[in-house]
């Protein structure tokens, strides 16, 4: 009987339906909590993961080539989430580990609450809440309005594109940048592609979706925010390292730009604050992507693909098709 290992307590926060449903399909279901695992701990991943056939992890998990080559046992790492920045792909294929991923699972929460980061730091919702729990009553202008406003979307995968629908209604002029173009949503929804500097120069918000690789961390840096316009909001609801936060401190503090978004940072929990203490910022904890609906979501789209893979066949989005062909499974 395959055994199971849950890394994260907040897996079934939403409901024990995820959990029941590995249990009725015959899975030893076994629950541990590292969500946010730390360097230093690596060992004691490795001693925690010992006697699981699967493990369920965050995208942020460090599975590093010495956790993944740790146990014989191990078959398979289920990442809940779109992302996958903690997993040694090449380390799984060479000790015959399948490693999945739930692409667009999350896609409309995190679009959701990029559409509220917009909102409340342009109209000053977070701001002129805090003054009003001080006894303040803040009436004043000086917020901004989106509708109408140009946005630049860098990033025009799953989230992407639910941030461009959603930006139809008020009436906001998209523009946006990527590696992959997509004609037909394109054309549909009149969105053209600019580089990135021209985008960030066009730009009343610029907002973040695109995975954290070599190609993007650092990628909004102190050269590229002074391209922006002193008018203009940054939102991150992607990954913190996209960011340069000391550069982003230093636009925000002498008014590069006029204040930021932000759901995601450099280090979680954020060590570096300076940013975050700024009133021209909106910050949440990461957790664009953990509304009820995704959460539920995305640990059931996890089941399905754990019960598949010890069925013996293929599931959707392995992220290391390359050791398939160490295996024998139907597609």
Not at 64 to 75: E, Y
Not at 89 to 98: I, Q
């Amino acid at each position: 009987m395959p055994t199971v290992m849950i890394m994260t307590k907040k897996f079934a926060e939403v409901s024990r339906d995820p959990l029941t449903t590995l249990e009725q399909a015959g899975f030893t279901v076994v629950e541990k909590d590292y969500d946010r695992v730390q360097p230093s701990q690596e060992d004691e991943v490795c001693r925690a993961i010992q006697g699981a056939d699967a493990i369920i992890v965050t995208a942020m998990f460090p599975a590093t080539r010495k956790v993944i080559g740790s146990s014989d046992r191990l078959r398979m790492i289920a990442i809940r989430s779109a992302g996958f920045e903690g997993a040694d792909l090449k380390a799984a294929t060479d000790h015959g580990v399948v490693v999945t991923c739930n692409p667009g699972a999350n896609a409309e929460s995190v679009a959701d609450m990029t559409i509220g980061l917009m909102l409340s730091v342009s109209k000053q919702i977070a701001k002129k809440d805090r003054e009003m729990r001080k006894g303040l009553y803040p009436r004043g202008g000086g917020s901004e309005d989106l509708f109408r406003k140009t946005v630049g979307i860098i990033g025009l995968g799953n989230i992407g594109k639910r941030v461009a629908k959603r930006l139809q209604g008020f009436e906001a002029e998209v523009i946006a940048n990527d590696i992959v173009e997509y004609p037909d949503f394109q054309e549909q929804y009149n969105i053209p592609y600019y580089s990135k500097e021209e985008l960030l120069r066009k730009a009343d918000f610029v907002t973040l979706h695109v995975p954290l690789d070599d190609s993007t961390r650092g990628m909004i840096d102190e050269g590229r925010l002074r391209l922006m316009k002193k008018t203009a909001f940054l939102i991150n609801t992607a990954r913190g390292p996209i960011v340069d936060e000391k550069a982003l401190y230093k636009a925000l503090h002498e008014g590069w730009i006029a204040g930021a978004g932000l759901d995601v940072f450099e280090t979680e929990p954020p060590v570096f604050r300076d940013h975050i203490l700024l009133e021209n910022v909106v910050s949440t904890p990461h957790s664009a992507g953990l509304s009820n609906h995704a959460t539920y979501a995305m640990a059931m789209e996890t089941v399905r693909k754990v019960i598949t893979f010890f069925q013996g066949k293929v599931p959707d989005n392995v992220l290391n098709r390359d050791v398939l062909e160490k295996l024998k499974l139907e597609a």
